[in-house]
C-alpha cells in the first residue's frame, strides 16, 4: 500500500519535484524578474544602474597625479637633525658695565675703585670696612656690599686664625696655623683682583653675617 505523501517530500526520483517545490514557495513560470534556465534555476534580472555600462568603473589600473612622485619624504630608520642651541651672548658693555669707576664715594673721598677693594685688604680691610658701613650712604649698594662682606671676611679669618694659634699652643705647633695664614693671605689678594676687575663675587657662607653687618651699622649722613 502507497504511504500517504505530504507537501514536504522531496523524492528526487519524483519527476514533480520541481514543480511542487514552485508550488510550496509560491514561484510561478510567469510574472517574475528572474527567467527559469533548466528547472529551478534562473537568470538574475540585470538592475537598471549596471556597472558594465560604464566601461572605466572596471578598468584595471587608474592613472593618478604625479606631481608629488619625487617627493622625499624622511625614513623612519634616520633620526632628524636639529639645530644646535643658540649660545646666550652677553651685551658687548655687560662686562665693562659691572668694572668699579673712578668716581669719587660721597662721604670717604676716594674712587668707587678702591671703595670696593679696600675692605678685602690683609691687615688693615677690617678698618676699611667699618669707616665705609659708617660713612657710605645706603644708596651706595655696591660698596656697602663689600664693606660688609669683606668685614664678615675679616673677622672670620681673625676667629679661625686664633683656634689655630690655640691648637698650635696645645701640640706645640705651629703648622696648621702657618697654612691656613697663607691660604688666607691668597684668597684676600685674589677677592681684590676680583673685584677690582668687576668680576662678581659673593662669598656664600658670609651671606648671612654680611647681610647682619650692612641692616644693623647705619650710616652717619642718611642722603
Known amino acids: 500500500m502507497e504511504s500517504k505523501k505530504n507537501k514536504y517530500d522531496t523524492n528526487p526520483l519524483d519527476p514533480d519535484v520541481a514543480k511542487k517545490t514552485d508550488e510550496v514557495w509560491g514561484r510561478t513560470s510567469t510574472g517574475s524578474d528572474t527567467q527559469q534556465v533548466k528547472g529551478a534555476t534562473g537568470d538574475v534580472g540585470s538592475p537598471a544602474d549596471s556597472p558594465r555600462k560604464n566601461i572605466y568603473s572596471e578598468a584595471p589600473t587608474r592613472q593618478f597625479d604625479n606631481s608629488r612622485a619625487d617627493t622625499q619624504y624622511p625614513s623612519v630608520f634616520i633620526p632628524p637633525t636639529y639645530a644646535p642651541p643658540s649660545v646666550y651672548q652677553p651685551p658687548p658693555n655687560a662686562q665693562q658695565s659691572e668694572r668699579p669707576t673712578l668716581r669719587t664715594v660721597a662721604g670717604i673721598g676716594f674712587s668707587e675703585k678702591w671703595a670696593l677693594a679696600l675692605p678685602y685688604a690683609p691687615y688693615v680691610g677690617i678698618v676699611a670696612s667699618i669707616i665705609e658701613l659708617l660713612l657710605v650712604s645706603r644708596k651706595e649698594t655696591r660698596v656697602r656690599f663689600h664693606a660688609a662682606q669683606g668685614l664678615a671676611l675679616q673677622l672670620a679669618i681673625v676667629g679661625i686664625g686664633r683656634l689655630f694659634w690655640f691648637v698650635g699652643a696645645l701640640t706645640d705647633s705651629s703648622v696648621g696655623g702657618g697654612l691656613f ?35 644693623h651699622i647705619e650710616p652717619r649722613t642718611k642722603s
Open 181 to 215: 695664614r697663607a691660604a688666607s693671605l691668597v684668597f684676600l689678594i685674589i677677592s681684590m683682583i676680583r673685584v677690582l676687575r668687576g668680576e662678581p663675587h659673593r662669598i656664600a657662607p658670609l651671606m648671612e653675617p654680611a647681610n647682619w653687618f650692612n641692616d
